[in-house]
T-cell receptor
Framework: DAGVTQSPTHLIKTRGQHVTLRCSPISGHKSVSWYQQVLGQGPQFIFQYYEKEERGRGNFPDRFSARQFPNYSSELNVNALLLGDSALYLC????????????FGPGTRLTVL | QKEVEQDPGPLSVPEGAIVSLNCTYSNSAFQYFMWYRQYSRKGPELLMYTYSSGNKEDGRFTAQVDKSSKYISLFIRDSQPSDSATYLCAMSAPSNFGNEKLTFGTGTRLTIIP
């Protein structure tokens, strides 16, 4: 079975640019969450989407947005990139039940120059 | 104060040793506890998941949760060089949409020396 997939693997952008990251969840999983992991730190929660609606948001500025499509895949968008946005962006999917947990993709490594 | 505290290490132990990794937390709403393993430049891989106090064993791995002390541990027996990775504790509170918000520790970097 395919796990969570993310694209692209690596990305280099310059300050002020916009970026779109993509995620496909495990088959049957309807919830997708996004996390930012800065080097040397644990992942930080950005968003959760379930049934195409935002169900949770972490402490990130409005430059960060996301959406979920009818096939449950998701996009994370970041506008007006800052140097501090350089990180590994992780997507996780889950079944959405009280006892299920999240399974992570390999991540997209974003470098902002 | 961070909601989840984890000693970042690094921790180096000889092959075959027992490894103990620990996290403490301050949010009493946390009811679900996980340990993830992350190899360099890869996504976190779920190792253990538990939602009750006590011990849970899976092969060489044992997860221990003490909700009264807000303390969780992961023990690795007969450690192998392939166990060298960063270990992340994570936890979450119940909600209507599953465990959507995981709160992670900073991760402990572990090296097993052959």
């Amino acid at each position: 079975d395919a796990g969570v997939t993310q694209s692209p693997t690596h990305l280099i952008k310059t300050r002020g640019q916009h970026v779109t990251l993509r995620c496909s969840p495990i088959s049957g999983h309807k919830s997708v969450s996004w996390y930012q992991q800065v080097l040397g730190q644990g992942p930080q929660f950005i968003f959760q989407y379930y049934e195409k609606e935002e169900r949770g948001r972490g402490n990130f500025p409005d430059r960060f947005s996301a959406r979920q499509f009818p096939n449950y895949s998701s996009e994370l968008n970041v506008n007006a990139l800052l140097l501090g946005d350089s990180a590994l962006y992780l997507c996780a999917s889950s079944l959405v039940s009280s006892t299920d947990t999240q399974y992570f993709g390999p991540g997209t490594r974003l470098t902002v120059l | 104060q961070k909601e989840v505290e984890q000693d970042p290490g690094p921790l180096s132990v000889p092959e075959g040793a027992i490894v103990s990794l620990n996290c403490t937390y301050s949010n009493s709403a946390f009811q679900y506890f996980m340990w993830y393993r992350q190899y360099s430049r890869k996504g976190p891989e779920l190792l253990m998941y538990t939602y009750s106090s006590g011990n849970k064993e899976d092969g060489r791995f044992t997860a221990q949760v003490d909700k009264s002390s807000k303390y969780i541990s992961l023990f690795i027996r007969d450690s192998q060089p392939s166990d060298s990775a960063t270990y992340l504790c994570a936890m979450s509170a119940p909600s209507n949409f599953g465990n959507e918000k995981l709160t992670f520790g900073t991760g402990t970097r572990l090296t097993i020396i052959p």
